[in-house]
């Protein structure tokens, strides 16, 4: 029982962090639904990983993502009397895990965020770090505007952004302005 309350667990606090890419660096944390659907979710113990599965659909009131695999790769405890709780107690919920390190989205991964909506073959949120890297042909379209190159960094703590150009992937941004207007 206590390992169906620990993937439980783990299961929503992949889904608090992986949709609240944006707002997981904000002074106040805030709660709203979460909901993950998948056709399958696995847990290993030994990898530190959780990964759902076929079908990934994540969904929040402000965003949602698509992909074919979510994997969530936890931080592993640095405190040594914590891991030496752990191994004598086996079922605690702690399970060594030190957090979520980063979370990957693979195949086919389409995310949609306050009108904008971006799709790549591999998203990485590193949390530490609070960067979103997009991979593989990505695209951000808000509108008719558009952005792509070879990779897009989004790092969400600074509220900046980088698209990074290389091989046959020039960087390409399409801007609409409104007919008529002249530069000044």
């Not at 919920?93 to 991964?109: C, K, N, Q, S």
């Not at 530490?128 to 190159?149: C, F, M, T, W």
């Amino acid at each position: 029982m206590r390992r169906a309350w620990l993937v439980l667990a783990i299961c929503l606090t992949v889904a608090t962090v992986a949709t609240a890419a944006t707002e997981a660096f904000a002074a106040e944390e805030k709660t709203v639904p979460t909901a993950i659907t998948a056709d399958r979710l696995t847990y290993g113990l030994d990898g530190g990983q959780v990964v759902f599965q076929g079908q990934v659909h994540v969904v929040r009131p402000d965003l949602e993502i698509w992909s074919d695999k979510m994997t969530a790769v936890l931080a592993q405890a640095k405190d040594k009397k914590k891991d030496k709780a752990q191994a004598e107690a086996p079922d605690s919920l702690d399970m060594g895990a030190g957090g979520i390190e980063r979370i990957v989205a693979t195949g086919g991964v389409r995310m949609r965020y306050q009108g904008k909506e971006a799709t790549c073959a591999k998203a990485t949120l590193y949390m530490d770090q609070g960067l979103l890297e997009l991979e593989g042909d990505p695209v951000i379209r808000d509108g008719a505007n558009s952005i792509k190159g070879q990779i897009i960094r989004l790092y969400l703590k600074d509220n900046r952004s980088e698209v990074v150009g290389g091989g046959n992937s020039r960087v390409e941004a399409v801007f609409q302005t409104p007919e008529g207007t002249k530069p000044k």
